[in-house]
């Protein structure tokens, strides 16, 4: 839920607003017009109490009267169609192929647990950084599609689906068939934003899905196996015509951004997407202890096989959105909020043969080939071992009945052997050598690994693809298909060889021509010059992650350098500890590493160092930021310090430089003023970015 300020504009009446437009349409009678629009409010209305508010006041034939004599009029009189009226739900012409769109805000995921200790520790450290009492909202995990959606001046602008977290497929035409979907914010009880971006879930209740199933197998069609590929399926059709048969409803639960408003907490939002008409999840609650958070839990499990919908736990977020804000995100979820999963449905079958899959970082996993089983809704047939001594323990054996269970969206566990009387086979044992390159293989505590990172072709494939992933070089159209490619027909052996593909060498693949082949060789040769942190994390150093990367480039400024330092060097970064730095300093040691990167450098890829160089107006500045910002978004402001060099951080002290105070700053204001630290509003900071020709 993020923040704006709120302004002083009164809200403006929806039918005169549409009156404004709508009535420019010449030759058409002032009767019309007023029947029109008065029939839209009334169908808006009753929209809203059937597919919102479950109280519907009228009979579906009256609602049907109504929505005809409205259909009648506007094909009677087409220029007043506007594209908010009630008929134009029923969707449009089949596209080609889904857009990319940019998320207003990144829709990030959310670190989860099973574990309620775990929920406990989250608690603990949210109260030691609020240095008390903390409270919650608590909500329940829906399972279905994470979707934005974006309104302009109160009108649906568009639709995008969560993809990467930062782009998304827009959908905008599919999800205007949605009947909970409001193509008008409500105005009635609050004003609407002249932006607004919400995050809420497409799904299909499990009582439309069994009906919709009925019908296909009755008209000879293939069922669906469950309702959440039911509702993705629906969200990204290009014919949203099909989407407009499918039972799909929105469930809101996030305002990410809603530009001239502000909210002190998360509970403030969940009311204005209420008023504004969205349908909420049910049991929104608060809590202020980890006890209430497992209470609530519980009784959401007890309920879970009740329920007309599919959820897979409860969410728990932090109400206070200026300690939020404080606690920030990590590359991939946010510090505030935690999901808090139940335990996976489980299911028994036979485990027919133990592999062993070699992964990106040269770990060795056993892999249980099962003879396939349904675990709510997806056909099973796979189910990961995790490593050695976890298979030891369990003492799973080829023949063996086993208990699996599917823990979200990563390969299916088997949580037990259940005991028979059939014949067991001989324990299962790790190789000794890789079993993709020959390589002998390393024990490091429970895993298994093999230490031929570039030579070997199974970890050398997944390394190509998080090479080539947005937060690395970012190389459109190299996907883990086209690696494999490459690397199966023997034309890239390391990372470099990328940069010496010429065209002639990509036309015989499948799925390349003339276009397509030329394309991909000028995408790799764009990336020569590529950000340092992005180099570094592309690389694959484990324990290093995109953060790391980051903090490392900016640190050090040159590759040479981190290449060449020491253990007491890198620990001297803030958020490195000894562990990290041992495994950035092992991997740089390793001399086929060495070769590796000498070999990219030969083909002349240059990482750059980070801007905001030594001339930056914030160069070593510590800056602090408080209250809300009205032209600024948090993550906005944050990129403009840094790219001049200076670093936010979230709490005032004797070393703080800066402090940028917005509306309803806080106890972070008065501790500026207690320290002497310099202090801005927003219009201050603002003059003096653009003092120092920096753009807001």
């Known amino acids: 839920m993020l923040e704006a300020a709120d302004g002083a504009r009164p809200p403006s009446s929806p039918s005169t607003r549409e009156a404004s437009r709508a009535g420019t349409a010449g030759g058409v009678p002032d009767d019309v017009l007023t029947e029109v629009h008065g029939l839209r409010n009334e169908i808006r209305r009753h929209d809203h109490l059937y597919h919102v508010e479950a109280s519907p006041e009228i009979s579906d034939a009256e609602y049907d009267r109504l929505f ?4 009648e009029l506007e094909e009677r009189h087409p220029e007043v169609v506007t594209p908010d009226s009630p008929t134009q739900r029923v969707g449009a012409d089949p596209r080609e192929e889904l857009p990319t769109v940019t998320h207003v805000v990144p829709m990030l995921s959310l670190d989860s647990t099973q574990e309620p200790d775990e929920v406990r520790r989250f608690h603990d450290r949210m109260v030691q950084a609020a240095g008390g009492t903390v409270e919650y909202v608590l909500e329940p995990k829906l399972d279905g599609v994470s979707l934005e959606l974006v309104y302009v001046d109160g009108l649906l602008d568009r639709a995008v ?25 409500r105005e009635e009880e609050r004003r609407a934003p002249s932006l607004l971006s919400i995050r809420g879930e497409a799904l299909i209740y499990l009582s439309a899905f069994e009906a919709l199933n009925q019908r296909l197998v009755e008209a000879g069609e ?15 059709q290009l014919d949203s015509r099909v989407t407009a048969r499918r039972p799909l409803d929105f469930l809101a639960f996030d305002v990410l951004e809603a530009e001239g408003m502000s909210f002190r907490t998360d509970m403030e939002g969940v009311e204005a997407l209420r008023a504004w008409g969205f349908r909420l999840p049910d049991g929104i609650e608060l809590a202020s202890a980890a006890e209430g958070i497992l209470e609530y839990h519980g009784r959401f499990q007890e309920r879970r096989d009740g329920l007309d919908y599919e959820i897979d736990g409860v969410v728990v977020k932090v109400n206070d959105l200026e ?13 505030w909020a935690l999901a808090y999963k139940f335990e996976q449905r489980k299911e028994v079958t036979r485990v027919e043969r133990i592999a062993v899959q070699v992964g990106r970082t040269g770990v060795l996993t056993p892999v249980a080939l099962l003879r396939p089983v349904d675990v709510g809704g997806v056909t099973v047939s796979r189910a990961s071992l995790h490593n050695r001594e976890e298979l030891a323990r369990k003492d799973v054996r080829e023949g063996d009945r086993v208990r699996v269970q599917r823990a979200g969206d990563v390969i299916p566990q088997v949580v037990e052997r259940i005991e028979d009387d ?19 293989v390393e024990h490091q505590g429970p895993y298994t690994r093999c230490p031929n990172r570039f030579g070997c072709t199974a970890q050398l494939k997944g390394r190509l693809v998080h090479f080539a992933s947005r937060h690395a070089l970012d190389i459109d159209g190299l996907g883990e298909e086209t690696a494999s490619l490459l690397v199966d027909r023997g034309l890239v052996t390391q990372p470099a060889d990328l940069f010496d593909l010429k065209a002639d060498d990509l036309r015989d693949l499948p799925g390349f021509a003339d276009k397509s082949a030329e394309n991909l060789r000028s995408a790799i040769q764009r990336k020569k010059g590529v950000d ?3 180099f570094l994390y592309g690389l694959g150093i ?19 350098a981190i290449r060449k330092a020491d253990g007491e060097e890198l620990e001297s970064v803030p958020g490195i500890g000894p562990k990290v730095a041992g495994q950035i300093v092992s991997f740089f040691q390793d001399e086929r590493v060495s070769a590796a990167v000498d070999s990219l450098l030969e083909r002349d890829v240059r990482p750059t160092p980070p801007s905001g160089g030594s001339e930056g107006p914030l160069e070593g500045k510590k800056v602090v930021f408080t209250g809300s910002l009205n032209r600024l978004t948090r993550a906005r402001a944050k990129a403009i310090v840094e790219r001049a060099g200076g670093t936010v951080t979230s709490s005032v002290s004797g070393v703080t430089d800066l402090v940028v105070a917005g509306a309803g700053a806080g106890s972070k204001l008065d501790r500026a003023q207690e320290l002497g630290v310099e202090v801005l509003d927003e219009e201050a900071f603002l003059m003096f970015l653009a003092e120092h020709g920096l753009e807001p």
Do not use: Y
Request: aromatic fraction near 4%; charged fraction near 30%.
């Open 323 to 335: 300690l939020r804000r404080d606690l920030g995100s990590t590359s991939h979820h946010p510090r």
């Open 422 to 440: 059939g014949e067991r086979g001989p324990p299962f044992r790790m190789p000794e050598h890789c079993p993709n390159c020959g390589e002998a």
């Open 542 to 560: 484990p324990e290093v992650g995109v953060a790391v990367s980051r903090d490392l480039a900016r640190h050090f400024r040159e590759l040479e």
């Open 68 to 71: 005809r004599r409205l259909k």
């Open 222 to 236: 293939e069922p669906f196996a469950n309702p959440r590929n039911a509702a993705a399926g629906a969200v990204r």
């Open 161 to 185: 689906t969560r993809g990467n977290g930062r782009q998304g497929e827009g959908v905008t035409e599919n999800v205007r068939t949605i009947p909970s979907v409001p193509l008008r914010l």
């Open 532 to 534: 340092l942190e992005r």
